[in-house]
């Protein structure tokens, strides 16, 4: 999760295409490079351990966009497959 705020953070669709699982990744992806991610909180993780092969991790996202503040709380679920996480969709 981290690692994916980070790419939305920098502007870098090509990691988080590349970190979506091929049965719910879109085609193409273009980010609003308008948008100034600040700040990831972690409310929670579910599962998603070295042994588990789904996990959920809840987040608050918090972002500055011309002059306005804003945040993205989501709930979203990932999938291990071998041995690579990869984000499934978001629940919430």
Request: net charge negative; proline share 2%; no cysteine.
């Amino acid at each position: 999760m981290r690692s994916r705020y980070s790419a939305f953070a920098v502007g870098d669709a090509d990691y988080l295409l590349a970190t979506w699982h091929p049965r719910t990744r879109p085609e193409d992806l273009e980010l609003d490079g308008t948008v100034r991610w600040m700040r990831l909180d972690i409310e929670r993780t579910e599962r998603g351990g070295m042994l588990d092969t789904v996990g959920i991790v809840e987040f608050t996202a918090y972002a500055r966009q011309g002059g306005h503040r804003s945040r993205q709380h989501e709930v979203s679920r990932f999938e291990k497959v071998a041995g690579v996480w990869f984000y499934l969709e978001a629940t919430d």
